[in-house]
């Protein structure tokens, strides 16, 4: 079932959402991506003030079908996690946009959000 893509986030290549919160970026996985995993039952992700470097894994999503690892859509500091997620991994799939998000960002660079993709880009790297 197609999900659609938010007009008002951006996208990586890996299937990670970014939403700017002008001092915080938040991040999660897309519709697209939670489909492909099936049922999450875990998620790992960075402690509070870690740093994460663009492009580099910073977390795993476990789902019933396999382990996939999370990717920085760009460099930053850990600001908040989403702690619910500890004990209701099952949020990324009910809500991938919303209440399944996974970790907000400081970013180091604001300029490495200008290569990611629009939601029209990441829905033509979908439809290949």
Do not use: C
């Not at 939670?34 to 992700?45: A, I, K, S």
């Not at 509070?48 to 999370?70: I, M, N, R, Y």
């Not at 099952?90 to 998000?101: F, K, M, S, T």
């Not at 200008?114 to 990441?122: E, F, P, Q, R, T």
């Amino acid at each position: 079932m197609a999900h659609p893509t938010p007009d008002d986030l951006r996208y990586t290549d890996q299937h990670e959402w970014v939403r700017d919160d002008d001092a915080v970026i938040v991040i999660g996985i897309t519709a697209h991506a939670q489909e492909q995993l099936g049922d999450v039952v875990y998620v790992d992700l960075p402690s509070l003030d870690a740093e994460v470097e663009q492009g580099q894994p910073f977390g795993e999503v476990e789902s019933t079908k396999s382990v996939s690892d999370l990717y920085a859509p760009v460099s930053g500091r850990v600001v908040a996690r989403n702690d619910r997620l500890d004990e209701q991994p099952e949020l990324v799939n009910q809500d991938p946009y919303g209440a399944g998000w996974l970790v907000a960002l400081a970013p180091a660079d604001r300029d490495q959000l200008d290569g990611l993709l629009d939601a029209a880009g990441y829905q033509a790297l979908l439809e290949g």
